[in-house]
């Protein structure tokens, strides 16, 4: 049920000349894509009985295991779902560089659009930081494919 064609989304007139969506509308668009899964994973775990009630049948390591692989699926595709926002501001960065003679503050932009689509409060602060600079690393490599 997540729509990500530029047709569904793109009727609210705030497009670029080119025809697409701008960066806001994009993180706009992102933001509520990762709302979406996150209410998804909410009501699939609903579904799993509770802890207390599968203690009562005495299939409490069953329920733990169900649980554990719904988070695991989400994780993964949670996971997946940013690195392709990650890609999509990647690919807008490089149009708005050239349009602005190369500025050379884009990475820095799509690192702080990307930090704000974090919805999530797992991980350390240390695995977050290195999270950040791997997602930089892979904007400025991408921005310099671009370039050549």
Request: proline share 3%; glycine share 4%; hydrophobic share 30%.
């Amino acid at each position: 049920s997540l729509s990500t064609s530029p047709e569904a989304m793109s009727d609210s007139g705030s497009e670029s000349e080119n025809g697409r969506p701008g960066r806001g509308k994009l993180l706009q668009r992102h933001k509520h894509e990762l709302k979406e899964l996150h209410e998804q994973q909410k009501l699939e775990a609903k579904k799993i009985d509770s802890f207390a009630k599968s203690k009562r049948e005495n299939k409490k390591h069953e329920v733990r295991a169900q649980k554990r692989d719904v988070e695991e699926k989400y994780k993964l595709l949670e996971e997946e779902l940013k690195a392709r926002h990650a890609e999509a501001l990647a690919n807008l960065v490089p149009e708005t560089a050239l349009d602005a003679t190369l500025n050379t503050e884009a990475p820095d932009e799509a690192l702080a659009g990307l930090s704000e689509l974090d919805l999530s409060a797992e991980g350390t602060s240390k695995s977050k930081k290195q999270q950040k600079k791997d997602r930089l690393a892979l904007i400025e490599k991408s921005l310099r494919e671009e370039g050549q």
